[in-house]
T-cell receptor, first 116, second 111 residues
């Protein structure tokens, strides 16, 4: 396992369409995080999973966003009825535990979404 | 006001210079402090993380935390052109492990 993998790397979609991104974490990592990063800004937390359970969602995650992690392995992030403001880099990260041991988060290369 | 404020830069230095990157924060509950390096159009890569106040050294990199002043720094010695990237500070305070990031400082090291 060479790290966190995200697919696709780039996605261009028309406003109003639905998109889905996939993240494959490091295999032994039970925590998985989604962040969003816009140009010139740092990543902003969206949501995270402990195994298959989604434990927290940011206020940034509107009703149009949904994330899943079936079987506690890969995760998907879906955006329905995309808007131009959704254009950003969507980053996935994984760790092996909580704050005591899991601050070493490994990030994927991100999925760059452009809504036209 | 953001919980984490980072010196915006950009920063341009000659090769071999010592670089200082800085962040301040407002939430005293932050316990872990991280520095990430991010190359253009890539995901962040963890450089260093620290828990307590004081210094932590790793090769040419030194992370410094002053919890009393809510101030953290990353020093890069003998900077190299390959160090040219955006540097992000990040902090964590709860068991979730989710991080609050600064907006990054873009560094260019000129040969």
């Amino acid at each position: 396992d060479t790290g966190v993998s995200q697919d696709p790397r780039h996605k261009i979609t028309k406003r109003g369409q639905n998109v889905t991104f996939r993240c494959d974490p490091i295999s032994e990592h039970n925590r998985l995080y989604w962040y969003r990063q816009t140009l010139g800004q740092g990543p902003e937390f969206l949501t995270y999973f402990q195994n298959e359970a989604q434990l927290e969602k940011s206020r940034l995650l509107s009703d149009r966003f949904s994330a899943e992690r079936p079987k506690g392995s890969f995760s998907t992030l879906e955006i329905q009825r995309t808007e131009q403001g959704d254009s950003a880099m969507y980053l996935c990260a994984s760790t092996s535990g909580g704050i005591q041991v899991g601050t070493e988060a490994f990030f994927g290369q991100g999925t760059r979404l452009t809504v036209v | 006001q953001k919980e984490v404020e980072q010196d915006p830069g950009p920063l341009s230095v000659p090769e071999g210079a010592i670089v200082s990157l800085n962040c301040t924060y407002s939430n005293s509950a932050f316990q872990y402090f991280m520095w990430y390096r991010q190359y253009s159009r890539k995901g962040p890569e963890l450089l260093m993380y620290t828990y307590s106040s004081g210094n932590k050294e790793d090769g040419r990199f030194t992370a410094q935390v002053d919890k009393s002043s809510k101030y953290i720094s990353l020093f890069i010695r003998d900077s190299q052109p390959s160090d040219s990237a955006t540097y992000l500070c990040a902090m964590t305070y709860d068991n979730a492990g989710k991080s609050t990031f600064g907006d990054g400082t873009t560094l260019t090291v000129k040969p």
